[in-house]
C-alpha cells in the first residue's frame, strides 16, 4: 500500500470488458526520500476526486478490491487520506 495524490482523471471508452463501468484516475505517487515515480493508473473504489491523498494498493489486492478477481487492474484506490504526520528525522534522504 502506498500514497499518493489524484492529479487527473482518466477517460477511455473502448476498454476491456472488466472495466467497464469503473471510474480511472492519475495518481501521482508521494515521494518521502528524494526519489521520482511516475504517475500510474487507478481504479477508484472509493469515489476519490483530483486534488485528493490516496492510499493505494496494487496487484492481487487491487483486483480484490474491484470484485472481479479477473480484472484488467494493477492498482486501486482503497481510501482518501484525511491527514499525516511525518517524522522527518525518521526518512532517509
Not at 477511455?12 to 505517487?29: D, F, R, Y
Not at 484488467?72 to 482503497?78: E, G, H, M, Y
Request: aromatic fraction near 4%; proline fraction near 4%.
Amino acid at each position: 500500500m502506498w500514497i499518493g495524490k489524484v492529479v487527473g482523471t482518466l477517460v477511455a471508452t473502448p476498454k476491456n470488458e472488466s472495466l467497464k463501468g469503473s471510474k480511472l484516475l492519475i495518481v501521482q505517487p508521494f515521494s518521502f526520500i528524494g526519489s521520482v515515480h511516475e504517475p500510474i493508473v487507478a481504479i477508484d473504489a472509493i469515489g476519490a476526486g483530483t486534488g485528493e491523498n490516496v492510499l493505494v494498493v496494487e496487484g492481487s489486492t487491487a483486483r480484490y478490491v474491484t470484485g472481479k478477481p479477473n480484472a484488467a487492474v494493477d492498482a486501486a484506490i482503497v481510501g482518501i487520506v484525511d491527514s499525516m504526520e511525518i517524522d522527518r528525522g525518521l526518512i532517509e534522504e
